[in-house]
């Protein structure tokens, strides 16, 4: 996926030997519509999903503090960006390349 020019992968600093993942995260370049290809990945039988709402828009947060959209632009863009991929332990390297060949298939659609 790191080849991919248009998505930015998970950083993982040169000192770290050892990660514990939970969820593999990418991020798309602007201007590549996420929602397009997550619908595509989903046509495609690739199970992904947007990552997590920005706290500050989550229901308890707007009624108990009055947060609304717009509120934090940076997190709210970087939001709109990322797609969660399938990630588990027995994920085949052919898997692996099928999913990366269909990102870049869903970006060349969305755009």
Sequence with gaps: MAEVKEVQVP?????????????????LERGID???V???LRESGIECKPYFTPI?????YRKMFGYK????P??????ERTI?????????????????EKVKEGIETSR
């Excluded at 959209?69 to 934090?72: K, N």
């Excluded at 940076?74 to 939001?79: A, I, K, L």
């Excluded at 991929?85 to 990366?100: A, G, H, S, T």
Aim: hydrophobic share 45%; aromatic share 18%.
């Design 38 to 40: 997550i619908k595509f």
């Design 74 to 79: 940076v997190t709210e863009d970087v939001t």
């Design 69 to 72: 959209e717009g509120d934090f």
């Design 34 to 36: 996420r929602d397009r």
């Design 56 to 60: 500050h828009l989550q229901p308890f």
């Design 11 to 27: 950083y993982i600093a040169p000192c770290v030997n050892r990660m514990s993942w939970f969820v593999y995260v990418i991020k």
């Design 84 to 100: 969660a991929l399938p990630f588990f332990n027995n994920l085949k390297e052919e898997q692996i390349d099928y999913v990366v």
